[in-house]
């Protein structure tokens, strides 16, 4: 597991995950739902974002989606999972393309049906084409000073849910005449909503699950929505959404032949498995204990200690948890890949070779730990292993085309077999995955002078020369 492809450090709160947090909150007000943005900031919304990447959770994930995707008739979109390292309850879509949650949102739901509801209510928003509707809605009312008045509700509500510190912005971004036009366009979030449910519902139905997950999880977030309600809007106090949503949705839920449809126990175990990880990634080794107290012999118990004390202690003491974990499961591709992260941000780079070639193997070239398997080869700066980093690289990057880290150990792999005009192609390919296009240009125009003209990675290093500069990045 990493966070934007490299080692998962103590939670860094970025300008851009703040500036989210913001956009995001009439959703919250509302219990998620649509995200009003800019129009121009959607090339590419995953940008900057404290992205939480892991093959198993990911895959997980998929498998929780696929299924309602499909029931909504929207399989053939493309649509991907995003997970967010970010402690607090949310999901939200922002684009047509992708479903955010966050690693918090895993983490309190308790059972698949849970995350799987959240995914149903999304695909709701996504399959009514909620997200255009608002921005035409926004664009109607001549937007500027709404969005402000929207950030100012966000504002007020990020700042209630966390301890109040952001609560006198909020207020002071909201005067009495904007409150009419802020009344009218929260009441269509709210048909949004109840629409999304109303979908979301028939999805799981379609799909034969229940939809007590999804009302469970609205509860919840209504009972924290009561709490943090002092520090709100007194509009949002007198008007509890989440409360009166969730009653009319367990109308609906419980009027479903599957309300006391169970998920299947091996997926129950996966899920487990990916609480347990969260919390040894992202959790304090106290707390991690806490949870899962040495009494509690389960595979996930084990696997949260065993990550936990990778991340926190003693590598000699992991390596033996993790082996333990590796003789109950020996095909399990997700211990292997542990093994070898662990030694290789251990520094024993030609160690973690090995457990990462059988994760590979068992995992079916899972590009995320090809990726991680290429950088122990390139670690240990051994030019045998160059050509081997290179085939992987190029292989995880033909189903990973945005991972600017790869890049770098793509660029780092061709310097060690001494092909200086593919690692500059490399190089630049990852200053582009950054966004940074001059560099990108600068490195693409140096790869074209030691590339046979017409070759095909001549082509690649022209079309980063000649390619448009966003807006943005133009000075
Ligand atoms: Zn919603």
Redesign the pocket.
Known sequence: MTENGTPIRARRVTPAARALALVSAL?IA?????APQPARAQERVTTGLPIIRDSEIEQLLRDYVTPILKAAGLAQQNIRVVILNDRGFN???MDGRHIFINAGALFDAKTPNEVIGVFA??T??LAGG?LMKLRERLAEAQTQSIVAMLLGVGAIVAGARAGGSGGQIGSAAITAPQSIIQHSLLAY?RT??DQ??HAGVKFLTMTHQSASGMLTLFKRLASDTLYSGRYADPYLQTHPFPADRAATLEQLAKSSPYWDAKDPPALQLRHDMMRAKLSGFLERPETVLRRYPLSNTSLPARYARAISTYRHGDLRAAIALIDGLIQTEPNNPYFHELKGQALLEGGHSADAIAPLRRAVAVSHQAPLIEMLLAQALVATDRKTYADEAVGLLNSALRREPEAPGAYDQLAMAYGQKGDLAHADLASAQAAFARGDVKTARQLASRAKTRLPVGSPAWVRADDIVTVKMPSSNQH
């Open positions: 959703a509302a219990a998620d739902g649509p999901a939200f879509v209510h999304e709701g928003h909620h979030v949004q909503e999304a449910d």
